[in-house]
Antibody, heavy 120, light 105 residues
Framework: EVQLLESGGGLVQPGGSLRLSCAAS????????MSWVRQVPGKGLEWVSV????????SYADSVKGRMTISRDNSKNTLWLQMNSLRAEDRAVYYC?????????????WGQGTLVTVSP | SYELTQPLSVSVALGQTARITCGST??????VHWYQQRPGQAPVLVIY???NRPSGIPERFSGSNSGNTATLTISRAQAGDEADYYC????????FGGGTKLTVL
């Protein structure tokens, strides 16, 4: 059974940093691209970042480029999102998601999310 | 930038058919994916590549895509289908529609 378990969310001050983790199990982690998607409570989904299966390729939404870094350790089946220079508008639930194997264009499994709050 | 337009809300009577649209220029040339998000839960993929249903998703869920509109169709709507539904494509980057709240009356 595919499982994605996020952790690391919490309250941080504006300008602060936070690192989110996503522990994956139930599939061959290194074979799949992974992504972070966020959602302001009560609002829609916003894609944040994606990383290829071997970690060699990454991409970011313009809203987080230069402030957030996605990475992974395939030996630990873990995905991370390092978030720096956090702003009030970064407040959201952050979901870890797996991209499908064939075309890597579908988010076929999602974690339950971790809430990040940015406030003084 | 590419934008996907969804109605804010759709209502359907119990047992009837709901249709949720996702509009954009030439969306018919793209793979469209649909996600269901029940209140307080994570999104779940219900349709991928416009017309395909993942394992475990009821046959009541179907998708179509042509021209400037992709459509998620939910037949024999049930109370448990009440949720927000999002369409998604890749257009150089990931694009989500704004979401549609489905109410089953």
């Amino acid at each position: 059974e595919v499982q994605l378990l996020e952790s690391g969310g919490g309250l941080v001050q504006p300008g602060g940093s936070l690192r989110l983790s996503c522990a994956a199990s139930g599939f061959t982690f290194s074979s799949y691209a992974m992504s972070w998607v966020r959602q302001v409570p009560g609002k829609g989904l916003e894609w944040v970042s994606v990383i290829s299966g071997n970690g060699g390729s990454t991409s970011y939404a313009d809203s987080v480029k230069g402030r957030m870094t996605i990475s992974r350790d395939n030996s630990k089946n873990t995905l991370w999102l390092q978030m720096n220079s956090l702003r009030a508008e970064d407040r959201a639930v952050y979901y870890c998601s797996r991209l499908d194997y064939d075309t890597s264009d579908t988010f076929d499994f999602w974690g339950q999310g971790t809430l990040v709050t940015v406030s003084p | 930038s590419y934008e996907l337009t969804q109605p804010l809300s759709v209502s359907v009577a119990l047992g009837q058919t709901a249709r949720i649209t996702c509009g954009s220029t030439n969306i018919g040339t793209k793979n469209v994916h649909w996600y269901q998000q029940r209140p307080g839960q994570a999104p779940v993929l219900v349709i991928y590549r416009s017309t395909n249903r993942p394992s475990g998703i009821p046959e009541r869920f179907s998708g179509s895509n042509s021209g400037n509109t992709a459509t998620l169709t939910i037949s024999r709507a049930q109370a448990g289908d009440e949720a927000d539904y999002y369409c998604q494509v890749w257009d150089g980057t990931v694009v989500f529609g704004g979401g549609t709240k489905l109410t089953v009356l």
